[in-house]
């Protein structure tokens, strides 16, 4: 593979196909949908992810014909398996209600690569939320939405995430990761899987696996090590299971440091000294802190132009989301 072929292979993987398509909270995005007639608009959402990704909003509360502004409603009594009730009336109860339509709607949203939720909210909240004692007198923070958690229990493989767990930095590349990956598995199913295909998914996807750890990626390997013998289908959704399990990992700077060191591996014959310790140098100070991982990973691309690597050309960990969007800058 040539340089200009293999810089398009790893800085177009992600953009020449359907962009991924997230489901948000409508109040995220700046519909005026709450409680009191307002929003909650969230600037990253709408100024950075919407260039990238589809988003599609969605609020429960309205769809389930509360109106706006509306009555505020709360989760109350078991945090396992709490009820969506009034606050100022205990008696009105929209939890089947909530139920039913959580549970149509998850049928449609199978098709999606992520969610992004309200966080704290009783119907959209993923954790932490309050939920009351059967008196009102205290609230423990033990709680998921109850459109949320059905989301969760019926779409095991669908990213979720909130809003405020957006601001931390590792969390949001994870979780942007982990929508792109499983928007590429959804390509390849579209496609048919096929033995092939299934082996050539995992090795382009070796070292983003390997930074979240090490033991899955070899769980991995012996699920695939002899699938003519066995059920393709009951392998593959083996697979995928263990794989967006994996990434929910976070990272560390160690991990990623040890990834960059075995990727360093591919050009030691291709570069001279001044180069290898030039690299060394840039994975060593990012992983004291001193410098972001787009620093070492800008280099190694960089290197990779100058002396392509057909491995490494396939390989998603070097981008596996569009530069645009930053993550790596903050990590």
């Known amino acids: 593979m040539g340089r200009q072929e293999q810089s398009k292979a790893i800085d177009n993987d992600n953009h020449a196909r359907p962009l991924p398509k997230v489901g948000v909270?409508?109040?995220?995005?700046?519909?005026?949908?709450?409680?009191?007639?307002?929003?909650?608009?969230?600037?990253?959402?709408?100024?950075?992810?919407?260039?990238?990704l589809e988003l599609v909003p969605v609020c429960p509360e309205t769809a389930i014909g509360l109106g706006v502004p509306r009555p505020t409603i709360r989760l109350t009594g078991d945090p396992q398996r709490p009820r969506l009730v009034?606050?100022?009336?205990?008696?009105?109860?929209?939890?089947?209600?909530?139920?039913?339509?959580?549970?149509?709607?998850?049928?449609?949203?199978?098709?999606?690569?992520?969610?992004?939720?309200?966080?704290?909210?009783?119907?959209?909240?993923?954790?932490r939320v309050k939920v009351y004692s059967q008196t009102g007198n205290y609230a423990t923070r033990k709680g998921t939405g109850v459109f949320t958690r059905r989301l969760i229990q019926?779409?095991?493989?669908?990213?979720?995430?909130?809003?405020?767990?957006l601001n931390d930095a590792v969390l949001r590349e994870n979780f942007i990761n982990r929508i792109y990956v499983r928007h590429r598995w959804q390509i390849l199913s579209d496609q048919g899987i096929t033995p092939a295909k299934l082996i050539e998914?995992?090795?382009?996807?070796?070292?983003?696996?390997?930074?979240?750890?090490?033991?899955?990626y070899q769980r991995l390997g012996r699920l695939l090590s002899n699938l003519a013998a066995n059920d393709l289908d009951k392998i593959s959704n083996a697979y995928i299971h263990e794989l967006m399990?994996?990434?929910?990992?976070?990272?560390?700077?160690?991990?990623?440091?040890?990834?960059?060191?075995?990727i360093m591996g591919y050009l030691?014959?291709?570069?001279?000294?001044?180069?290898?310790?030039e690299l060394t140098t840039s994975i060593e100070s990012y992983r004291q802190g001193e410098t972001p991982l787009i620093v070492p990973v800008t280099l190694f691309k960089h290197y990779f132009r100058r002396h392509p690597d057909d491995y490494m050309a396939r390989q998603i960990y070097?981008?596996?989301?569009?530069?645009?969007?930053?993550?790596?800058?903050?990590?």
């Open 86 to 127: 009034g606050v100022s009336d205990p008696d009105w109860d929209v939890t089947e209600k909530m139920e039913q339509y959580a549970l149509a709607q998850t049928r449609q949203l199978d098709g999606f690569s992520g969610y992004i939720v309200k966080k704290d909210s009783p119907s959209c909240g993923m954790e």
């Open 154 to 165: 019926q779409l095991p493989l669908l990213p979720v995430e909130e809003e405020g767990r």
């Open 318 to 331: 070097l981008q596996p989301h569009p530069d645009k969007l930053g993550l790596r800058n903050s990590i």
């Open 268 to 277: 030691k014959k291709r570069i001279d000294s001044d180069d290898k310790a």
């Open 201 to 216: 998914f995992h090795t382009r996807h070796k070292y983003l696996v390997v930074a979240h750890s090490q033991a899955a």
């Open 245 to 262: 399990q994996a990434l929910k990992r976070r990272v560390s700077r160690s991990r990623h440091s040890n990834v960059l060191q075995h």
């Open 25 to 52: 909270s409508a109040c995220l995005l700046g519909h005026n949908v709450r409680y009191d007639g307002g929003n909650k608009r969230n600037g990253f959402i709408i100024d950075a992810l919407a260039r990238h």
